[in-house]
């Protein structure tokens, strides 16, 4: 399943065909009325009021997010890369997290099928949404993960330290030039401070929507034991399903960038600051 957590949603919604459609209909029809000095003006100006409101909204609705997510794992299908992939790619400990997940899973799913085949199309609907929920559980996991990675590499209270050493050293500097190269030394270090907390925080974050899930798939597991109306599940499930996608879009700004932050962050501080130049730290 996708890590849809590295889905960039406002590019998706800008790439949609039908939104390169609109924008190519309101070129269009500035250009048949170039005649007339202030229709294209009017047009563009209508079309890009509509574009900032539909940019604003849509990438945040669940029912989009959910559309762009089922199209990515049909994409991953597609290239090979399925969820056996992404399970290798978990450490020992998330590895039986997850097979635990989706054991229950796998006792839902059979549950599922003794009820009557009137119930089918329900319980169909059902299932999907738990493969939904457990494509969040897998990606959660690995986010967590990685997080975990970052946060054990990033020490609050060595960086404290060694801002409070740069500052003692750029107190007494008189070289404009070395001043410069400690200054952009000294901004790296305060962004590393604050990501560091920024990290953790959403990694506790991560941490309570994985508990969230596990609490949600065995409330479901004992449901579907004696529940004789598939129906009463339905509306649990969205409402969870809808709470994911909220605090996926929550953790998701600083998710992409902590991997290859941190590395270059770590190399730029091992460096002596007369190797940096003043073009290798921009």
């Known amino acids: 399943m996708s890590d849809h957590h590295s889905i960039n949603f406002s590019r998706e919604a800008f790439l949609h065909p039908v939104n390169l459609g609109f924008l190519l209909t309101v070129s269009f029809l500035a250009l048949l009325n170039s005649g007339t000095p202030w229709m294209p003006t009017l047009l563009f100006s209508i079309g890009l009021g509509l574009e900032l409101l539909y940019l604003g909204t849509v990438p945040h609705k669940p029912w989009f997010r959910r559309h762009i997510v089922s199209r990515r794992n049909e994409e991953l299908k597609r290239s090979g890369q399925t969820e056996k992939n992404q399970f290798a790619q978990l450490q020992r400990a998330g590895q039986k997290r997850f097979l635990a997940f989706r054991a229950i899973y ?6 599922f099928q003794r009820l009557p085949e009137s119930s089918r199309p329900l319980t169909d609907q059902l299932t999907g949404r738990l ?25 609050p209270e060595s960086i404290t330290i060694e801002i409070r050493n740069l500052k003692k050293e750029m107190a007494s500097v008189t070289s404009e030039r070395l001043l410069e190269v400690k200054q952009r030394r000294l901004q790296i270090l305060e962004k590393r401070f604050n990501r560091h907390h920024i990290a953790a925080e959403k990694a506790e974050i991560c941490r309570s929507q994985q508990q969230t899930m596990e609490d949600a798939i065995h409330y479901v597991y004992e449901k579907s034991i004696t529940m004789s109306d598939p129906g009463e599940l339905g509306g649990h499930l969205d409402r969870l399903i809808s709470e994911l996608e909220e605090t996926s879009a929550i953790i998701q700004d600083i998710d992409d960038d902590i991997p290859p932050t941190y590395t270059v962050l770590s190399q730029l501080e091992s460096q002596p600051d007369d190797e940096h130049g003043s073009f290798a730290i921009r």
């Open 131 to 155: 493969d939904h929920m457990k494509s969040e559980y897998l990606a959660h996991l690995m986010l967590q993960e990685r997080y975990r990675e970052y946060l054990d590499h990033s020490s």
């Open 106 to 111: 796998d006792k839902i799913r059979t549950n």
